[in-house]
């Protein structure tokens, strides 16, 4: 005869929640579930994560945003009461856009070391966001440097300058001296200016100047002929006419829903219905095919500046 599970306590199904998900096991002995309702638990669909976590709803999808939260939470829930989630992870609670697809989160005690008490990362004066503890931007965005390519740290840095998380790249420079992967802010840093509203806005503006096309205008205002705002362009380039071509970039995750995909679509009518723009329309998807993108926006320009074939518009 199969045992049926009693219901959760309601407290601990709460702290379940709010923590994503994850309960440590001293947390379900402090209310009330012993080893061996855990372990009725696991065998019901539960997982045993680690010594300390276990993970009460492990099906709970693929989506990468999901993904790392549940990561850091992890990683703080096995660090300890009071722990800090840093690097990467701390900025994936913030809502940082740019971080790779896949990272180690970690968490560290206040005092700088890990759960078996290694020495990891200087934690300095923290923040609360979203009740997880955190180091202030700079200081975790220069713990992340060592893990960064150049199109993650200046997509994460146009992310920092854009919401005002960060005064300017000279400010991370000063506190960096010194640091792992200083050489690569140095290096990369001067190429973020924090107009970018995504990491494949700056991630598209970044392939348009390694292909030598000419810096475009970010955010370009367009209006009506009655001085009203349109839109705002991702990317722009003036062409010899007076006309802008036009470059939007479409996420995903905002871009494929019906009621945005509405929108967009009454927002173009209306930018080239001015007889001002031209547009161009690209996706992520886009992004990943080398060339694609600074090569078709390279022919619209060579067509506009009414250059014969072979000849390229370059900055």
């Known amino acids: 005869m199969v045992r049926r599970l009693t219901p959760l306590n309601p407290e601990l199904a709460r702290l379940a929640s709010a923590q994503r998900g994850f309960l440590t096991v001293a947390q379900c002995r402090n209310h009330g579930l012993d080893h061996r309702g855990v372990a009725r638990r696991i065998a019901s669909g539960w997982v045993r994560v680690d010594e300390v976590v276990l993970d009460t709803t492990p099906d709970v999808g693929s989506d990468p945003q999901v993904r790392r939260l549940r990561d850091v939470e992890r990683a703080l829930l096995r660090a300890g009461p009071g722990a800090v989630a840093v690097g990467l992870g701390s ?7 740019g971080l790779p697809h896949r990272f180690d989160a970690k968490a560290v005690r206040r005092t700088g070391t890990d759960a078996r008490g290694s020495a990891q990362h ?13 180091p202030s931007v700079p200081e975790a965005l220069i713990q992340s440097l060592p893990h960064l390519d150049r199109l993650h740290l200046v997509a994460m840095l146009d992310w920092a300058l854009h919401t005002g998380c960060l005064a300017s790249v000279d400010e991370l420079l000063s506190l960096s001296r010194g640091r792992r992967g200083a050489r690569r802010l140095k290096e990369w840093g001067h190429e973020a200016n924090g107009l970018a509203e995504s ?21 370009v205002a367009v209006h009506d002929d009655a001085g009203r705002l349109l839109a705002r362009g991702d990317l722009g380039w003036r062409m010899p ?16 829903r019906a009621e945005a995909l509405l ?46 074939a072979g000849h390229s518009a370059t900055a």
């Open 91 to 97: 900025l994936a609670l913030r809502g940082c856009w």
């Open 122 to 134: 200087a934690v300095g004066r923290t923040e609360i966001v979203g009740g997880r503890r955190v």
């Open 199 to 219: 990491q494949l806005e700056t991630w598209a503006r970044l392939q348009c100047h390694d292909a030598g096309l000419p810096p475009p205008e970010l955010q």
């Open 241 to 256: 006419d007076g006309r802008w071509l036009i470059v939007e970039i479409d996420g995903r995750s905002v871009h494929e």
């Open 263 to 308: 929108a967009d679509r009454h927002r173009q009518n209306a930018l080239v219905g001015t007889g001002r723009v031209m547009i161009l329309r690209f996706t992520a998807d886009d992004l990943r095919r080398e060339g694609y993108v600074p090569g078709v926006i390279r022919a619209a320009l060579r067509v506009a500046m009414g250059l014969p």
